[in-house]
Each structure stands twice: as C-alpha cells, then as structure tokens.
C-alpha cells in the first residue's frame, strides 16, 4: 500500500546551489500539488500539475522554482540559486482527479546553509 | 486578510472531552472543504473530505459546513491522548495557518 512517497527526506544545501526534490504520488493517482511549510506556520499552495501540464502555478514565485510532472517519472520541484529564505518543509500531495481528497507525503526538510 | 482563518491555539483539553476546531473563510468559490491531522514533524493525515454544506460523521469525526457563513469546523468526540497534533482546515487548495491541540491524559 505504497502511499505518496518524496525523497530526499532531508536535503542540505549552501547558498546559491540547486535543490530537487522529487514526488511519487500514489497508484492511480495522476494530479500533483506541492506546499511549502515554514515553521509554525500552515501549508502554503505553490503548484498543482498533472502528467505533462501545469494547470495552476499561482503560489509559485515568480523565479527561482519550476515544477514538472512528466509522462513517465515522479513530478520534480526545482529551486534553482537557494537563498536561506528557501528552508521550509516542501510537501507533495496527490489525487485521483480534480477536486478530490489530496493525500499527503512525508515531505522533505530544506535546510539551506 | 487570509483566505481562511483559523484560531491557531494552543488548546488543552482533558482526555475524553469533546474537541471543538474551527475555520472561517471568505472565499465563495471554494466547493469542498478538507481537515487534516498534522504529528510534529510528518506529513498532514486526511481526517474528512467535505464537498456541501452540513455534517458529515467519520468514527470519533464530525465535520461541519455552513457555506452560508462560511465557517466550517471539526469536533472530536471521547477525545484521546494520542489526537494530541495540529489541525489544518482548507478550502480547496488554501489551508489555515492550524490549531494545536494537547489532550491531556
């Protein structure tokens, strides 16, 4: 019963270096959103995609992150030049369709040095 | 002002009390309403998934939608040591900042 699955859990990085991480959502399950979490605080929505498409990337900034979901492979979240600003918790969430319940990953922890 | 606004806690209750959470939003669009369960340090746990407005029952959960004023909210009933975590309401895909919340054994 393999859930959403994001790897790495942790990932340390220095200023100005690139971060990836990566979602494999659920069986069956072809929608991908990913939130950022600071501490304390709640989910932020960044981007919802489904294979091969970006259908809502309003929570993005506007530079330094791009997301993916391609035809084969897990959906990637790329944070390109990290700033310390950029430590947070990413989490992935999956569904089956538009408008249904979203299950959650473990997230992966940025810490950036 | 937020989307979705929830009190943020903290709450401390007895175990077996009756656990009121609550949200408000002001976003009229959104169509269903989700709750999750939140361990320090894990990802969010789904506890409901509500799409109208009214109650909706899930073992020890109840979630409430009040579309008509826009408030929406999670009772735990014979609440437990282990419900101890932070509560997320969300609108679609905006979530609360959460209530933490301690049940004291």
């Known amino acids: 019963n393999a859930g959403v699955m994001q790897n790495p859990r942790h990932l340390v990085r220095r200023r100005g270096q690139e971060a990836r991480l990566r979602c494999s959502p659920m069986k069956g399950h072809s929608h991908v959103y990913w939130y950022r979490q600071l501490p304390e605080e709640g989910l932020k929505f960044m981007v919802y995609?489904?294979?091969?498409?970006?259908?809502?990337e309003s929570g993005m900034p506007k530079e330094r992150f791009s997301a993916e979901f391609p035809k084969e492979g897990p959906s990637i979240l790329r944070i390109q030049q990290v700033v310390r600003g950029d430590s947070a918790a990413y989490f992935c969430?999956?569904?089956?369709?538009?408008?249904?319940?979203?299950?959650f990953g473990p997230g992966t922890r940025l810490l950036v040095l | 002002q937020k989307e979705v606004e929830q009190d943020p806690g903290p709450l401390s209750v007895p175990e077996g009390a009756i656990v009121s959470l609550n949200c408000t939003y002001s976003?009229?669009?959104?169509?269903?309403f989700m709750w999750y369960r939140q361990y320090s340090r894990k990802g969010p746990e789904l506890l409901m998934y509500?799409?109208?407005?009214g109650n909706k029952e899930d073992g020890r959960f109840t979630a409430q939608v009040d579309k008509s004023s826009k408030y929406i909210s999670l009772f735990i009933r014979d609440s437990q040591p282990s419900d101890s975590a932070t509560y997320l309401c969300a609108g679609q895909l905006t979530f609360g900042s959460g209530t933490q919340l301690t049940v004291l054994p």
């Open positions: 509500t799409y109208s407005s």
């Open positions: 995609l489904q294979k091969e498409n970006i259908i809502d």
């Open positions: 969430a999956s569904s089956q369709g538009r408008d249904e319940t979203q299950y």
């Open positions: 976003n009229s669009a959104f169509q269903y």
